[in-house]
């Protein structure tokens, strides 16, 4: 057993021979989003207003055990069944760094990754390490935890330094470690200027290399990974990297331009989606990796009758997709492994207490559509659009397209301030006061509902996605 490499386009094992990542992304994790465990607005926040409202000890005893339960034998044991080999492990910073005590490493930030990584390894599945919150904010939406839309990290070399000596720590650590396929050191920036984010993987490639020769790199296009139009020769700086995009489908998700049927002209946009994200690397013979992807499902809770049709349709989007990706022979992990019912391959059961207790909460939050992240807003639409016409009124088109257009147009950056950012936070609070009152015993039970035991299987998507493994 010997660590991966990349060559040429290809992974490969210390024989030469190709090896194809396929697996899912432990989103939710180490790096909790609101759609995948049911709270409103950004992580710190919610930590913040749990801490207020039962105390900082209770608080911290319940992350700690969400993050016990979260991942354990029986999700490997689960995960290796399906033929599945590889599992993008999502961290935020604040696990190892505080603001307000920088570049003062926190120890105890490697004790759920250790045991998620050993895991792993047991079951013999690759991990990649994931940093996907950094100070600041890499990116201008809610997961980079920052609480707001400006990317302040490309405008801070501060911030830019803590991540580099973040990642001092994280290849000190772990270099040499034979099932860890690699490092992923930056999640979907999103840098104007579109040479600022070269600038910082020329940087962190240099300080993992000084330190940790071996393991490959996994550098994200811009603008959400989908854009190296602009890294020009960068690669030639670079040794054992490979580049990740994430192709998600709008086909996949509640605001698709229309019903998926798999008509010649759809396919032809979803392949020429995905082309268009891996053009650079193309073109100079590079290894790509698609780090996320993948539709989000309806809920019988929230979609009634029409739950099975529309996940029918979005089964067939995920199968076309994969068609397009065992033609490349393209490693790839979809977004994601587990959550409450959106998105993921197991998901979180209604009858657990976790669900229970937040049930009215969460269909508050569903049809107020505070969530980024596959919302249908058809119940709050006739809110926000006043505002939307207003702008279209006052601002000329051209003033509009403010970066990151096209990926957020002007009527998407309207509902994630106002929605997903302003409503949001007025709820922060409201999830927290649910768990006042609770036990020690009460809170380890709630954290619980997230073990392996206590969710269901979303056997279709299961079933497409290792069928041809």
Not at 229 to 236: D, L, Q
Request: aromatic share 14%.
């Amino acid at each position: 057993m010997s660590l991966l490499k990349v060559s040429g386009t290809q992974i490969v094992n210390e024989k030469g021979q190709e090896v194809i990542l396929r697996g899912a992304g432990l989103g939710g994790w180490m790096n909790m989003e609101n759609f995948i465990s049911g709270y409103p607005g950004c992580e710190f926040q919610i930590r913040d207003a749990l801490a207020e409202a039962i105390g900082k000890d209770k608080a911290e005893f319940f992350f700690d055990k969400f993050l016990e339960y979260f991942f354990t034998d029986a999700d490997a044991q689960f995960f290796k069944s399906l033929g599945l080999n590889c599992i993008r492990l999502p961290f935020n910073y604040r696990h190892f760094e505080d603001d307000m005590n920088p570049r003062v490493l926190k120890s105890e930030g490697f004790k759920h990754l250790d045991r998620v990584i050993d895991l792993c390894a047991q079951y013999e599945i690759y991990t990649i390490l994931d940093l996907h919150t950094v100070p600041g904010g890499q990116n201008t939406d809610w997961h980079s935890d920052h609480g707001g839309h400006i990317a302040n990290f490309w405008v801070h070399k501060d911030f830019q330094d803590r991540t580099v000596w973040l990642w001092e720590q994280l290849a000190e650590h772990y270099k040499g470690n034979k099932w860890i396929a690699g490092y992923n050191p930056l999640n979907e920036p999103t840098d104007p200027y579109h040479t600022r984010v070269i600038d910082f993987y020329n940087r962190v490639h240099s300080t993992i290399r000084a330190i940790d020769k071996d393991h490959a790199i996994f550098f994200d296009g811009n603008t959400f990974a989908s854009d190296f139009s602009h890294f020009g020769e960068a690669h030639k700086n670079w040794d054992n990297t490979a580049y990740s995009i994430h192709d998600y489908s709008l086909f996949g998700f509640p605001a698709a331009p229309e019903e998926y049927v798999g008509n010649e002209t759809q396919q032809r946009r979803l392949r020429r989606s995905y082309e268009k994200k891996r053009e650079w690397m193309d073109e100079r013979g590079l290894c790509v990796w698609n780090g996320e992807w993948g539709p989000v499902y309806a809920r019988k809770q929230f979609d009634g009758e029409d739950t099975d049709s529309i996940n029918e349709v979005r089964y067939h989007v995920l199968q076309d997709q994969l068609q397009i990706y065992k033609k490349d022979r393209l490693s790839w992990s979809i977004w994601l492994y587990k959550d409450i019912g959106f998105q993921g391959m197991v998901y979180v059961s209604l009858d657990t207490p976790y669900m229970k207790l937040l049930n009215k909460f969460l269909e508050k939050k569903h049809w107020l559509a505070v969530d980024a992240w596959g919302a249908d807003d058809s119940h709050v639409k006739d809110v926000y659009e006043p505002l939307i016409q207003h702008i279209k009124r006052e601002i000329p088109e051209d003033f509009q397209k403010l970066y990151p257009y096209p990926v957020w147009r002007m009527e998407s950056r309207v509902t994630r301030l106002a929605r997903n950012m302003l409503v949001a936070e007025f709820l922060v609070k409201e999830w927290a006061a649910h768990f006042v009152g609770k036990s020690e015993k009460e809170l380890d039970e709630i954290a619980a509902s997230f073990s392996f035991e206590n969710c269901l299987k979303r056997e279709k998507l299961n079933t497409i996605l290792t069928a041809d493994l």
